[in-house]
């Protein structure tokens, strides 16, 4: 097995655990993840244009930042499948790697995204957050503003984008 197909399974794995294991910011007891957009999607969709509203943003720029975010869920999985085409690993390594880097940027550049109190962190917290399992799980391990699944998720988005480049066969 080439090393690009290796590095795509560990690329599926990592972003799959950084999406649904591991929370991606968040206190104990309410954190949030992608098991939390998870469980949120029907009500994110139900109640679009109040939630819109209450961030202060268009509807349709809420809708953009809504499927971004299922197509990230989807993500882990799509590069999973990625071991046989490149195009797919790289394209759907895009998706967990920019929502890490915006997750990042509205904790660690408030001018840019409004910080805490700006649009996206409350479009974050909207999709997001949800409460832990017996104050378990998804896993919690704070570094700095933000927990330890956004740098994995952005691991896996790396990983991911550097295994599409690699090669997929072994020459004898």
Known sequence: MGAGKILAIVAGI???VGTFVLALFGSTGLVGSGLGLALNIPELFTNADSY????GTEIWLYYIVLVLFIIWLASGVLQLIGIKSRVVIIIFSLFPLAVGVMIMMVFYAPDLFGGTSGPFAGLFT???VDEQIAD???FLVNIGDVAIGTYVLIAGGVLGIVSGIL???DYY
């Open 14 to 16: 990592v972003t799959l």
């Open 52 to 55: 819109a509203t209450f961030i």
């Open 126 to 128: 909207l999709a997001m």
């Open 136 to 138: 378990l799980f998804p």
């Open 167 to 169: 090669p997929r066969e």
